[in-house]
Structures are given as structure tokens and as C-alpha cells.
């Protein structure tokens, strides 16, 4: 396959691809109708024939080549599995594009400090697990980095002290940035307000901007309600403090925020199929 991207590459390989579809034709009559010199010519076609693309038989003193449609053929199909792929309903390119028309709605709005003050957010998750194991994972450090982040990127570093002024800071970078090669995705720190353990969490998180400055300040209040099932989260999120250059942050929060909390209740979705389990082996084998 590479070598016949390579080969398709040249405008001038590709022209004769295009004459070859037509019908075999000897090199003389290529040159011809491609405007360019036999010995030149004659070149791009070994570079095809090599490739697999062409392939050619003597006439007498004529060399005549012939278009080969399999190879064709199969380059489009795998460039329609990587069209399929990247236009996968719900994949990374729609979040992509949902937050590039989120972004400049939000750029054009970000005129003067304050634009999105007041603005607010509200997220509603029924999760899997009792309230204290809720609360654990909103609290705890090695818990939360496994889901305060949006799709494809991870938590770099990490401080949340769960106590009334306690301090906070996440830094999140590329889930494939595993030895920090590229700059961080973001960078917020904040303090923590109000602790009911199983009941509500409130604090404040401020993105930073590169030189340091906060872009804005989230007010976030997190309540727990048990239910039969397990918790119900319900979140509010306000900003205050915006500045002009918190657009492309504030174009993020919806996606992102509610990405990881998609992904919170995955984890004790899955942190609960994984107890089950272990408890049906446990039974299990009490009872041989």
C-alpha cells in the first residue's frame, strides 16, 4: 500500500493512471497525450508497473501498458474504512465538530470581561453504587483520575483536598501523551468550599490561561441523593469571572464536563460488575 501511495503521488503518474483507465496504450502515445518525454515517461511507468498499478507486455517494438483496477480497488476500500471510521456516529470527529461550532458561537460572544458571568450548566446522572462510594470518587485523587477528564485525554497531576478550603489542582494532558512530549491540554486549580461526605460538594476551579491567569472561576455544587438503585448526581455548575480569552473554555464545559461524567459512571458501572462477579464466585464456591 505504501508503495503505491507513493507512486499515485506524482501528478505526473497519476495523469497516465488516468489515460491507462481509458485503455491500454503503448509509451510513445502516452508521452503524447501526457505532454511530456518519452524517457521520462517510460520512468513513471516502471514506477508503476514496480508498484503494481500497471503492467505492460511487448508488441513487437512496442511496449503496451494496461491499467491494473485490483490495487485501485482496493486503496478505495481502505480509504472508505478510514472515511467510516472518522465519520463514526458519536465518535471523536462529531465531538470535534459539535465543539468547533461551540467555539465560535463562544468567540463571538466573548467581547469584554464578564461575557459569560452568570452562565450556567446543570448535569444529571443516575450512577451505579451508594452515595459513599460516590463520594469517593469525587473526593478521592487515585479515583478521580481514573474519570475527570473528557474523551482521549488523562490526568497528569492531581490535588484535591477534601476539606472547607482545601486545595485543588488538575492538570490533564493527550491520552497518548504518555511521557509528556506535548504541552498540557489544560490546567485549573481551586479550593474547595463546603464538605458533607455523601451528601454535597462545593467548590470553585479556575482554568488557567498559558500565561498563568484565570480564564474564568466554576462554581461547581455536587449533590448525592441514594437511590433503590444506587445515586442520584446532580451537578450545577455557574461561572463568574469570565475573561475574554475564556471562550474556548467555556465552549468545552458541556461536551467535556458532561464526557466525564459519562465516564464516572462507567467506572462504578464497572467497578460494580467486577464485585458482583467476585461475590457470584465467592457463593459460589461456599456451597461446593
Known amino acids: 500500500m505504501d508503495a503505491l501511495l507513493t507512486a499515485l503521488a506524482d501528478p505526473a503518474r497519476w495523469r497516465l493512471v488516468t489515460l491507462l483507465a481509458e485503455r491500454p496504450r503503448p509509451v510513445g502515445v502516452l508521452a503524447r497525450l501526457a505532454e511530456a518525454r518519452q ?3 517510460t520512468k513513471h511507468l516502471q514506477a508503476l508497473e514496480r508498484a503494481g498499478v500497471v503492467t505492460s507486455q511487448r508488441t513487437g517494438q512496442r511496449r503496451i501498458y494496461a491499467l491494473q483496477p485490483g490495487p485501485l480497488r482496493e486503496l478505495a476500500a481502505a480509504l472508505n474504512r478510514l472515511a467510516d471510521t472518522a465519520d463514526h456516529a458519536d465518535g471523536p470527529r462529531e465531538t470535534y465538530d459539535r465543539y468547533g461550532l461551540s467555539l465560535h458561537a463562544e468567540r463571538l460572544a466573548a467581547k469584554k470581561p464578564g461575557w459569560a458571568d452568570g452562565r450556567s450548566f446543570r448535569f444529571l446522572r443516575s450512577l451505579t453504587g451508594r452515595p459513599e462510594l460516590v463520594w469517593r ?3 478521592e485523587a487515585s479515583l478521580l483520575a481514573r474519570w475527570w477528564t473528557p474523551d482521549d485525554l488523562r490526568v497528569s497531576e ?3 483536598e477534601a476539606r472547607p478550603g ?8 493527550d491520552a497518548e501523551d504518555v511521557d509528556g512530549s506535548d504541552l498540557p491540554a489544560g490546567r485549573a486549580q481551586g479550593v474547595v468550599d463546603d464538605v458533607r461526605p455523601g451528601e454535597r460538594l462545593v467548590y470553585r476551579l479556575s482554568p488557567l490561561l498559558p500565561d498563568g491567569a484565570l480564564a474564568f472561576t466554576a462554581h461547581l455544587d455536587l449533590g448525592l441523593q441514594p437511590t433503590d438503585t444506587g445515586t442520584d448526581l446532580d451537578v450545577h455548575f455557574q461561572i463568574t469571572d469570565s ?15 458532561g464526557q466525564s461524567l459519562d465516564k464516572l459512571a462507567a467506572t462504578l458501572a464497572s467497578d460494580s460488575d467486577s464485585t458482583d462477579s467476585t461475590r457470584h464466585d465467592t457463593d459460589t464456591r461456599s456451597t461446593e
Open 39 to 41: 524517457p521520462q515517461t
Open 243 to 257: 475573561t475574554v480569552d475564556s471562550a474556548d473554555f467555556v465552549a468545552g464545559i458541556e461536551i467535556g464536563f
Open 158 to 160: 492531581l490535588v484535591f
Open 137 to 139: 470518587h469525587l473526593t
Open 166 to 173: 482545601g486545595r485543588i489542582v488538575h492538570e490533564y494532558r
